[in-house]
């Protein structure tokens, strides 16, 4: 099966730029999840997908983050504007069944975004 | 915050040597993962285990679970050099109702 694709593998943006990343999971799998990881820090939750339905969006940093996933395929995250601190791979995953249901993730290799 | 915190924070051993990689984490479980990621590529998944299990074997893979001790460990005997990677651990709370939390990580570096 093809795995999870995240898109762009790289992003080098200015300040004050939209960037869109996106994610398309795994075929089939309901739970999709936005990571972030900035230099040498944990890895941070952004939120979680049940289909086309936020599920948890508690670690979204600001309403300058925007996720969406219509029709409850691919996924999109938007950043506007961005700003220096908003650096870092962010990681898109998917799991058939949810981590609470010990579904394990599945993860794509990642955007990374630079803000200059 | 029931954040993993892998223990140590970077490892090197020599090829055929085994590596052990410590978690810790705070609150109360449903279960406890760990991933490896290579360097500039996604996390993969290596084991689960759940909240009632104490011990669990994959390939030269063994992780151990002491809920007593809010405590992880994850060994990989006769290491590779292909088995550098940064491991991460990652909790489930017990209540279910929140994310897959991870840790910072443990850079393991298997010397040839």
């Known amino acids: 099966e093809a795995g999870v694709t995240q898109f762009p593998s790289h992003s080098v943006i200015e300040k004050g730029q939209t960037v869109t990343l996106r994610c398309d999971p795994i075929?089939?799998?309901?739970?999709l999840y936005w990571y972030r990881r900035v230099m040498g820090k944990e890895i941070k939750f952004l939120l979680h997908?049940?289909?086309?339905?936020?599920?948890?969006e508690s670690g979204m940093p600001n309403n300058r983050f925007l996720a969406e996933r219509t029709g409850g395929t691919y996924s999109t995250l938007k950043v506007q504007p961005a700003e220096l601190e908003d650096s870092g791979v962010y990681f898109c995953?998917?799991?058939?069944?949810?981590?609470?249901?010990?579904?394990?993730?599945?993860f794509g290799n990642g955007t990374r975004l630079t803000v200059t | 915050s029931q954040q993993g915190e892998e223990d140590p924070q970077a490892l090197s051993i020599q090829e055929g040597e085994n590596a052990t990689m410590n978690c810790s984490y705070k609150?109360?479980?449903?279960?406890l993962q760990w991933y490896r990621q290579n360097s500039g590529r996604g996390l993969v998944h290596l084991i689960l285990?759940?909240?009632?299990?104490r011990e669990k074997h994959s390939g030269r893979l063994r992780v151990t679970l002491d809920t007593s001790k809010k405590s992880s460990s994850l060994l990989i005997t006769a290491s590779r050099a292909a088995d550098t990677a940064s491991y991460f651990c990652a909790t489930v709370d017990i209540s279910g109702n929140t994310p897959l939390v991870f840790g910072k990580g443990t850079r393991l570096s298997v010397i040839a």
């Open positions: 075929s089939g799998h309901d739970n």
């Open positions: 997908f049940v289909k086309e339905s936020k599920q948890d």
């Open positions: 609150t109360s479980i449903n279960n």
């Open positions: 995953a998917s799991s058939q069944d949810s981590a609470a249901n010990n579904s394990p993730l599945h």
């Open positions: 285990i759940r909240s009632n299990e």
